[in-house]
């Protein structure tokens, strides 16, 4: 077992080099009870570009991940400190309206979990709660949220449709139309390809690089092809910080940090 010198990180700051940045995060730490699962990590997303979070697991991809949106609120027992900065506000400050809050960073997880509803109720169920009724809006919003999500073809005569007998790929594409439904600026994925099959993934991949047109995606994965084929900037992290944060070509082809390069290398501890 090979032992990596924790001090020795490399971490670009996009704002030194004019990108803009659509969220960050400041010296965040996440506690669950006595484990500090994350670690005083500060990394800037920029703005219509797919970021991927590596490492092995268990290092805190997924629980940083979760910040981002406060998801990490419904775990009991959680402590999070540090600034998650979105348009001025720190996410993270009490006051903020959680609800309100994800409408613009919106989260896809590993497994699909669309609610057992028809398509079409799938996608516009969120929009209601947020006062949207009218029904031409819906079908508007429903048709581009599918569309986007590369299913519209597949199931545009189907809309009223079980959402649980599209296939699992068909079902995590819808749950990616139910995320971007609500148009958030920021689009957070949590390993949303790891239970799918080649083909489905390679669809979900598809998906994403048309989606960062509009908007800006942070995605964890265990799947270093994914990660260089889909994005545009790669963190490492290992043992709850970040190791290595640059451009994905360099973190894959040059990186600056030894444990970066065993990991991408697969020759890791
Ligand atoms: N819901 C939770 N409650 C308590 N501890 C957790 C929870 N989720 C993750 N952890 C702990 O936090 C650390 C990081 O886990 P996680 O964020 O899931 O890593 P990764 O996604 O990189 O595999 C681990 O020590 C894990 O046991
Ligand atoms: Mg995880």
Redesign the pocket.
Known sequence: MKTYNLDETHIIQLEEKNRKIALSTDDLHVW?GD?E?IKGVSLQFEENKITSLI?P????????LRSLNRMNDE?DGTNITGKIMYENTDVNSKIVDVYEMRKHIGMVFQRPNPFSKSIYGNITFALKQHGIKDKKQLDEIVETSLKQAALWDQVKDDLNKSALALSGGQQQRLCIARAIAMKPDVLLLDEPASALDPISTSKVEETLINLKEDYTIII?THNMQQASRISDYTAF?YM?QVMEYDKTRKIFTRPKIQATDDYVSGHFG
């Not at 697991?57 to 940083?64: M, N, P, Q, R, V």
Request: glycine content about 24%; some cysteine.
């Open positions: 669950y484990n699962a490492g697991s268990g290092c805190g991809k997924s629980t940083y775990i964890v992290f709850g």
